[in-house]
């Protein structure tokens, strides 16, 4: 019977197999398309066109500029750590993978034409280290006119160099990265590319002029989705240490604990994580401005300087808090805190954009106030010398996709709106002459973002108290869970 006859076997494998490519292409460009949205915050294409616009106009009609993204940098011989793209590349471009360059040119009019070139898709690398987007796909997902591979870097960017009246790039001619105190260069830098580049501006006879300057006036002044995105990191490290404060001294009770317990509150707020390694210091370990071991047990008795920040789709915060780990300062400890707090007050309150005030006109103020305050509390400082041994920092820095963000910038650069920074006064009394007994040890620091809106400033961190009766009633606040 006809029915019982032989049939032509069907290719299944074959259709199986182009079913498996077709779903390994829609999950890599869903996995492509997510991390474009992970680290740059869905912002519209049209913002970081803006950003090449603004920085053609600075650099002048026929310039290249070349700007270099982060490499990754390892812990042990083959152990990563979590790479993290440069924060001028990823401002400019988006991008956030390593090994890439993006290159700007202006035409004669000084209109941008950008060039991403990204590393070329590599199975057997993307089996270990995760799905790379390619320039195929890198094209159509990025802010920028064209997509090359790194492999053909030189060939293009050879004629452009050639071309140009200008260029600028982070590198001396040998292709050295120049020291600009900007993550963008340094350590990480994607020095793979450096001979090459290097090679490049000396056979063209290219001496290029310091980019990150130019990068860095624009990014000074936030966009109004910039400041979205720092409102809601900032909330979300605010709301964190709220946590963080009602749990300590019922199931926080060391430095270990705290740190652990604001990385989690970051997380699970919807952060990518910390925005810099966290300060959790009890104690007279507060008089270590930087200090990062984080490994000792809590005194009751003692207060614990804690500094911390979130990081979201590439944008930081930057919030310090003190408080007593009993619920209660001592006479001495509630002194200290309402004579920084009282600082930090009047400099928040007079941080406007007048044309006049700044973080340098900031800083005399705050010195001024320090001085009477230390009076008050009975340290002699008759100059500014002796004031620096116990308010040795700044009273702020500027903020954004870097903590300490665009350090190019001077601080005498006028407040506008929207510059974002923080206000952080704070003393730190270790033992010794001129310093009353009963405040050795102590170590106070109070630490807010601001951003200036209609000429006056929004405090960004407002959810998180600061009296120091808020804070006395918020401390072990929370019902206990499990002790750490």
């Not at 006859?5 to 460009?29: G, I, K, N």
């Not at 964190?240 to 652990?260: D, K, M, P």
């Not at 005498?412 to 010794?432: A, H, I, W």
Request: with cysteine.
């Amino acid at each position: 019977p006809r029915h019982l006859q032989r049939q032509p076997r069907r290719r299944l494998f074959d259709l199986s197999q182009a079913e498996a490519e077709q779903a390994q292409r829609v999950q890599h460009a869903d996995d492509m398309l997510y991390n474009r949205h992970f680290y740059s915050g869905a912002l519209p294409a049209e913002e970081f066109r803006e950003r090449q616009q603004r920085l053609a106009e600075r650099l002048g009609p026929n310039s290249v500029a070349i700007l270099v993204g982060a490499t990754t940098v390892f812990r042990t011989a083959d152990i990563p750590h979590k790479f993290k793209q440069s924060a001028p590349f990823l401002y400019l471009s988006a991008f956030a993978e390593e090994n890439a360059v993006l290159i700007l040119q202006t035409d004669h009019t000084a209109t941008p034409q950008t060039i991403l070139a990204v590393q070329p898709s590599d199975p057997k690398q993307e089996m270990w280290h995760g799905a790379r987007v390619g320039f195929e796909m890198a094209s159509e997902l990025y802010p920028v006119d064209e997509c090359i591979s790194v492999t053909q870097l030189a060939t293009v960017l050879y004629p452009l160099l050639q071309a140009a009246d200008n260029v600028y790039c982070d590198l001396a001619v040998d292709g050295t990265p120049i020291p600009t105190h900007s993550e963008g260069v340094g350590a990480g830098t994607g020095s793979r590319h450096l001979a090459t580049l290097g090679h490049l501006l000396t056979e063209t006879r290219q001496v290029p002029s310091l980019l990150s300057p130019h990068l860095d006036a624009l990014r000074v002044v936030k966009s109004d989705a910039e400041l979205d995105l720092l409102r809601s990191v900032s909330e979300l490290s605010a709301r964190t240490f709220v946590e963080v404060i009602g749990a300590s001294g019922t199931t926080l009770h060391s430095e270990l604990a705290i740190e652990s317990a604001m990385e989690h509150g970051f997380r699970k707020r919807g952060a990518h994580g910390t925005a810099y390694p966290p300060v959790v210091a009890g104690g007279p370990r507060g008089n270590t401005l930087h200090y990062l071991a984080n490994n000792r047990p809590l005194d009751p008795s003692h207060t614990v300087l804690v500094d911390a920040g979130a990081e979201k789709h590439g944008y930081c915060s930057d919030i310090t808090r003190t408080w007593p780990m009993s619920g209660t300062f001592s006479p001495a400890a509630r002194a200290v805190y309402e004579a920084v707090l009282r600082i930090q007050t009047d400099l928040i309150e007079h941080a406007v954009v007048d044309g006049m005030c700044s973080l340098y006109s900031l800083e005399a103020r705050a010195l001024g106030l320090a001085q009477a305050e230390l009076y008050g509390l009975g340290v002699e400082v008759p100059d500014v010398t002796a004031i620096r041994r116990y308010f040795p920092h700044s009273c702020g820095h500027p903020l954004g996709m870097d903590v300490h963000e665009v350090p190019s910038c001077r601080a005498s650069l006028p407040f506008e709106d929207g510059m974002v920074v923080t206000v952080e006064p704070g003393f730190y009394f270790r033992p010794g002459p001129g310093v009353p007994k009963e405040l050795w040890g102590l170590a106070t620091r109070i630490e807010d973002v601001i951003a200036f809106v209609d000429g006056k400033p929004s405090v960004l961190t407002s959810a998180c108290p600061k009296t120091a009766d808020e804070i006395e009633a918020l401390v072990g606040s929370s019902p206990p869970t499990e002790k750490l």
